[in-house]
């Protein structure tokens, strides 16, 4: 303290005001350097801050700069018919190197999954992935896996669920990570990936219901209902019910259901405003494609939000995602117009890492 005192430095009611001595001058090109008159010598960096500056934006409307006979910059204000050495823009710097925000922007259109969870440790956290055998759902299982946590991608497929398993053992060999059997177009299925699953005696600290499936044409699964309310909706559903004791057990823990913002192009209630289970698993005859998936990503929402209301007393939290807009994915494989649509839409959409970060 006694060296800023000496130096005048502690002298100043404001952080940028400048020490006795010192004058803030600039360059022809905008940059402000600072003038010590004890010492005569000159410096970029502010003598309090250390900060370097330059002039933001024109001279102001009636103002110019000249330069008198010693070469040194000076400003007429032709309005006010006067003269100074002072910029009149000094009071409208910015910093050259500002220090970086403590925060940021979480949900921009860039942001990718790896960078969501950069620096975080997930060693000892267990995380179920449904569909993680492509698209956002490998995506998302590969990001947890290089960050630590122990991964279980649930997935219909076997095969192409362990050939997901070896791809990210081949980004990192000490990833914990296997492929269990789970097809949500059967409820049969599902009750026994969660047996199978509580048999490891394992807690479960995150569950990401990222299955689905989109323009199908009109079929009923075993079950006896509309493939795609059952594979979109009511599996999840019933998945999140088999779990629920061991999601309490593991709290914190967080279920998230990816949804679409298509949710919002239908609805589920008859003219009187009630619900309307038929609509849910419509017949062959009121059946459309579009409309069922809409319909199927409205039930995740709502599932969701209620989810939350019920187990986040017990710090289990539920939230519904819309991963952007993501058209390029294994979803458009029903029909070969969605897959043409995509296809000439995949340039102006988003990589499956960004769609990702929803999830991380």
């Not at 001058?25 to 005569?40: F, L, Q």
């Not at 599902?190 to 509580?198: I, L, P, T």
């Not at 009187?272 to 929402?301: E, T, V």
Request: proline share 4%.
């Amino acid at each position: 303290m006694a060296a800023l005192r000496y130096a005048g430095l502690d002298d100043t009611d404001s952080e940028d005001e400048l020490p006795p001595g010192w004058e803030q001058r600039t360059t022809k090109d905008g940059w402000v350097y600072y003038a010590n008159h004890t010492e005569e010598k000159t410096q970029w960096e502010h003598p309090k801050t250390g900060k370097r500056k330059r002039i933001a934006g024109d001279l102001p409307y009636g103002w110019e700069q000249e330069t008198d006979e010693n070469g040194q910059m000076f400003f007429v204000d032709h309005i006010n018919k006067r003269t100074t050495y002072l910029d009149p823009r000094l009071a409208f710097t910015v910093d050259d190197n500002p220090t970086k925000p403590t925060t940021r922007q979480r949900y921009d259109s860039s942001t990718t999954a790896m960078e969501i969870l950069q620096g975080r440790d997930f060693s000892g956290k267990v995380v179920v992935v449904t569909g993680a055998n492509s698209g956002i759902g490998f995506e998302t299982a590969k990001t947890f896996a290089l960050h630590g946590a122990h991964v279980i991608l649930a997935c219909r497929n076997m095969t192409r669920a362990n050939e997901a398993v070896s791809r990210i053992l081949g980004e990192w060999h000490k990833a914990k990570v296997e492929a269990m059997t789970l097809d949500l177009a059967l409820l049969h299925s599902v009750q026994h990936f969660a047996q199978a699953f509580k048999a490891k005696n394992v807690s479960l600290h995150v569950l990401v219901c990222n299955a689905a499936v989109f323009a199908l044409p009109w079929s009923l699964t075993k079950d006896g209902l509309e493939t795609t309310f059952q594979v979109n909706h009511l599996g999840h559903f019933y998945l999140v019910q088999l779990l629920q004791d061991v999601l309490c057990r593991s709290a914190p823990a967080r279920v998230v259901v990816v949804s679409s913002e298509s949710h919002r192009f239908t609805d589920i209630n008859d003219s009187s405003g009630k619900l309307d289970f038929s609509r849910l698993s419509p017949s062959k005859n009121d059946y459309w494609a579009m409309l069922a998936y809409n319909r199927s990503k409205l039930c995740n929402i709502l599932f969701s939000s209620e989810l939350h209301r019920r187990l986040s007393p017990r710090g289990v939290t539920s939230n519904a995602v819309h991963p952007g807009n993501m058209m390029y994915s294994s979803l458009h494989r029903g029909w070969w117009v969605y897959t043409l649509l995509f296809t000439l839409a995949r340039p102006f959409t988003k990589s499956m890492q960004l769609e990702a970060w929803a999830a991380g």
